[in-house]
């Protein structure tokens, strides 16, 4: 299997070392960038399999970096994994909305970073699953069907696909932005209280599994299993 290349943007210059070492021993490809313009320089003709980036960089904010990625065709699927010092619950729903794929806060241990480095690619890779259950509930992605027990329900596309992006990842909380993102691809325009209407109509269809679809207050939705 051809190596996987793990990108770093950090300015603090100790951590590309350890990095290096860790990562390269774990088997991936490893290149690291002081600054956000050599690493834009650098995508505009690579590929790399995943980003780590720094939340503070001397000349751009990390943030906004990974929101541009996240914009961009030919880099919007790459995972990015963000390192920040701050531990505050608003930087982390901010880090959510620009697209992040997960967060390590520093002061951080090497092992959980290339842990996590590997989860998130594993996590990409994975084929798609034709069903997945979440509580009571099975979804035939082929079909196109869901069942509550032997009871079939009877859903909208959007409905439908809906319930697929919360089921995908359990636990995690996807805000409105990115729900619309997901689902409409920013093709229509609709509003995030579009998203609350169909979230609001998909629970009351789904009765009380519909439960299990929570309202992170001024975040965005999770499935949750009781
Ligand atoms: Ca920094």
Redo the contacts with the bound molecule.
Sequence with gaps: MEKELVVLV???LDLHELLRLHLERAGFLFKAFAEASSFLDFIRKNKPDLVIL?W??PDADGLELCRFLKNRDETKDIPVIMLTAKTEEIDRVLGLEMGADDYIIKPFSVRELVARVKAVLRRIHKPTEAIIKGGPLILDLDKHEVWLGEQKIDLTPVEFNLLRILLSRKGWVFTRDRLLDLLWSGEKVVTERTIDVHIRNLRRKLGEAGEMIKNIRGVGYKFEEN
Excluded: A, H, V, W
Aim: aromatic share 0%.
């Design positions: 950090e300015d603090e720094d503070m960089l």
